[in-house]
């Protein structure tokens, strides 16, 4: 999982962008069918790269909270992780239904 403090800063990001430029580049011209797999793979860096907003310091919810649960795996995010080592613990929806009195 990413944090935010291990994003790279515009600076580093650009720099990288440059770097992935380049090597797409020299990749392409030397063998581009040799080195197909590779530069696709360089490409969704690139894509990644270029459409993230390395200014904006929030977090997307799906890195945090688990929105799509998988019973077979027992890795959660840092929200539910959170919670659990609180002693809260998620409720199934008939406990939520608003017909439940306290």
């Known amino acids: 999982m990413r944090y935010a403090a291990t994003r790279p800063s515009s600076e580093e990001a650009e720099e990288r962008r440059l770097t992935l430029e380049a090597e797409i580049r020299n990749l ?3 063998d581009p069918i040799s080195n197909g797999q590779l530069i ?16 904006d310091d929030s977090v997307p919810l799906c890195e945090v909270l688990d ?13 539910l992780e959170r919670m659990v080592r609180l002693g809260i613990h998620p409720t199934g929806p008939e406990r939520c239904s608003g017909n ?3």
């Open 28 to 30: 392409s011209s030397s």
């Open 40 to 55: 696709s793979e360089l490409y969704i860096e690139l894509k990644h790269l270029t459409s993230s907003n390395h200014v």
């Open 67 to 79: 929105l799509e649960v998988n019973p077979a795996d027992s890795a959660v995010k840092p929200m």
């Open 100 to 102: 439940h009195r306290g």
